[in-house]
């Protein structure tokens, strides 16, 4: 059992980086609504505070780095150009895709959505953790800025959604793989 | 007197919305810039050629680089403007979400396909 250098990156950015965004939206969006939602509230404890500043911050460092190994580590491989005479597409994912009539809207589509769509998540928690930073529990006396807060992180989860979608299916279909192998287990021939 | 007269301008800040107004404006601003830059470099090969900041990438790298720059830079100087004045928040957030979800609308390629 071995997984490529590619193959682990693609796993890394997506299932390591991009779900945990996904798992980690739940939380703030529970916590913002649970704990914010009236001046009338009980008394919110400092520590309580500081763990939502932080894990906010968390969330915009963890979004950053999955647009941005997304663009700039597996894109390039996704999109590189087979030299001419290749027979195997196999390494070249992009064209895989759109050498076939049935799964070339994987590119024109899912492909072409996810690589923007993504970049709204990073710029929504960004603004949602700076928010919550400098207002804290005067965010109650805002209630308009907390819905704000509140919707810029529901769109974050839907854009993440529809990113880590299309990614599973783009890699299903064609799968980013490629150079040095690496050794996970060893099975047994039964 | 002069702890009690930073403490009090911190105060007077988190009691005005300003702040908080000019992040979620931008973010909107942001959003929708992403939208409408990738559009731009679809429709014009000029464009196309120029947001091509990172050869492996592709005209996606200037997309989202002009996208990030352009945002953050509006955010600094809104958040300059606004930062101790409270505006009328129930229009900026309205402004915010609208573009927003024509961010979300116009990165779907189907729909900027139709412009």
Redesign the interface.
């Known amino acids: 059992m071995e997984i490529t250098v590619r193959g682990l990156w693609t796993m890394i950015h997506g299932m390591g980086f991009g779900a945990l965004y996904l798992m980690a939206c739940s939380g703030a969006l529970v916590e913002l609504y649970r704990r914010y939602r009236s001046p009338l509230g009980p008394e919110i404890k400092l520590e309580d505070e500081r763990f939502l500043r932080i894990y906010l911050a968390a969330m915009a460092v963890i979004a950053w780095i999955t647009v941005l190994t997304g663009a700039y580590i597996i894109y390039p491989w996704y999109r590189a150009v087979p030299p001419p005479g290749t027979a195997s597409l196999a390494a070249f994912p992009q064209r895989l895709l759109m050498s076939n009539p049935s799964t070339v809207a994987w590119h024109s589509i899912g492909m072409e959505w996810k690589e923007h769509v993504a970049w709204l998540v990073p710029i929504s928690i960004t603004m949602a953790a700076v928010v919550f930073s400098q207002y804290r529990r005067s965010l109650r006396i805002h209630p308009e800025l907390r819905t704000a807060v509140l919707g810029f992180v529901w769109v974050s989860l839907l854009a993440a959604g529809i990113a880590g979608f299309f990614g599973a299916m783009l890699n299903k279909n064609a799968p980013v793989n490629g150079g040095a192998a690496i050794p996970l287990l060893h099975g047994e021939q039964k | 007197m002069s702890n009690q007269s930073a403490s009090s301008t911190a105060q007077a ?3 005005s ?1 300003g ?3 000019a ?2 404006l ?2 909107g601003i ?2 929708f810039l ?2 409408v830059f ?1 559009i731009l470099a679809e429709k014009a090969p000029s464009i196309k050629s120029l947001m091509n900041f ?1 050869k ?3 005209p ?2 200037g ?2 680089t002009c ?2 720059v352009v ?1 953050l830079a509006v955010w600094a100087l809104l958040h300059w403007r606004w930062s101790s004045r409270n505006v009328e ?2 229009r900026v ?1 309205a402004a ?2 609208i573009l ?2 024509l ?2 609308l116009l ?4 729909i900027a396909d139709l412009l």
């Open positions: 800040k988190l009691n919305n702040a908080g107004a992040a979620v931008t973010a942001g959003s992403v939208a990738a990172y492996p990438t592709g996606l790298s997309v989202t996208a990030i945002w928040i129930g957030t915010a979400f927003l979800f961010g979300l990165t779907f390629p189907p």
